[in-house]
């Protein structure tokens, strides 16, 4: 009788397809609600950096809701610590930026709960606009207006100049995660401003990375995005010099 014998592929162990962090592993904390900012970030990481998310309870936008986001930053920071990352991420630029106190408490806790280095979001946006030269900028983001104001005075006190500022009037995760990423675009197409330097469509909510490319294009300035600049930042800061083609100039420059 004869035996069937089947032939099957030997897996490509080598392949680097599967992700365990070879070179370095980074620690996430972001939004609950959050539904975008983990497939964008791993979009533009090589294949041999690993992500590792956890997440503080964050669905909407009242100042409440924002103050009661780090109230367990400790306990997060300490979860994301157990994977020993090389760099740990607080992902969250409305928070991050509401206060020069409240970010310098972001810091300082996340830091020492989980025994490593911690960027926020807000100094990739700050690191991003020194890097690409940029004092004044157009801002499109997601939000309600007093997330808006707070946004343009973290940015004046940092020396950056806001030609423009909208705010789309978005109060939660959900609706910024299901706007279409045409809207985004549109909008910040709309306030091209000669005396821009830079266009930041902020926000980890939004999907707004497949519009850097072709808003560059037409704007002919550089176009940042808040998952874009921490991607990036993870990445200096880390001292890896890889630059993710497709995602804007701030990645692909030297």
């Not at 089947?6 to 939004?31: E, K, N, Q, W, Y």
């Not at 100094?123 to 997330?147: F, G, M, N, Q």
Request: hydrophobic share 45%.
């Amino acid at each position: 009788m004869a035996t069937e014998t089947t032939d099957r592929a030997a897996p490509d162990l080598a392949s680097g397809r599967v992700r365990f962090g070879a070179r370095a592993r980074f620690g996430i904390i972001m939004p609950s609600g959050n539904r975008v900012a983990e497939g964008e970030l791993a979009a533009m990481m090589p294949r041999d950096i690993s992500l590792h998310v956890t997440r503080l309870r964050l669905t909407g936008s009242s100042p409440e809701e924002l103050d009661a986001m780090t109230r367990d930053i400790d306990g997060a920071a300490a979860l994301v610590g157990d994977v020993a990352p090389s760099l740990v991420g607080f992902h969250c630029t409305a928070v991050s930026t509401q206060s020069a106190a409240r970010e310098a408490d972001i810091l300082a806790r996340a830091r020492a709960a989980s025994g490593s280095d911690v960027v926020a979001t807000s100094e990739a946006v700050v690191a991003a606009l020194e890097a690409l030269s940029a004092r004044k900028i157009v801002l499109v983001t997601p939000y309600l207006d007093h997330i808006v104001e707070s946004e343009v005075a973290f940015l004046n006190r940092h020396g950056i100049a806001v030609a423009d500022a909208f705010g789309q009037g978005l109060n939660t995760t959900a609706e910024m995660a299901g706007a279409d990423p045409a809207l985004w675009y549109d909008l910040t197409r709309q306030r091209q401003t000669p005396e821009a330097e830079a266009y930041f469509l902020s926000c980890t909510a939004i999907r707004s990375l497949e519009t850097v490319a072709p808003l560059e294009a037409i704007l002919g300035k550089p176009v940042i995005t808040s998952n874009q600049v921490m991607a990036w930042h993870l990445l200096r800061r880390a001292g890896l010099s890889d630059r993710p083609e497709g995602f804007g100039c701030l990645l692909s420059q030297h």
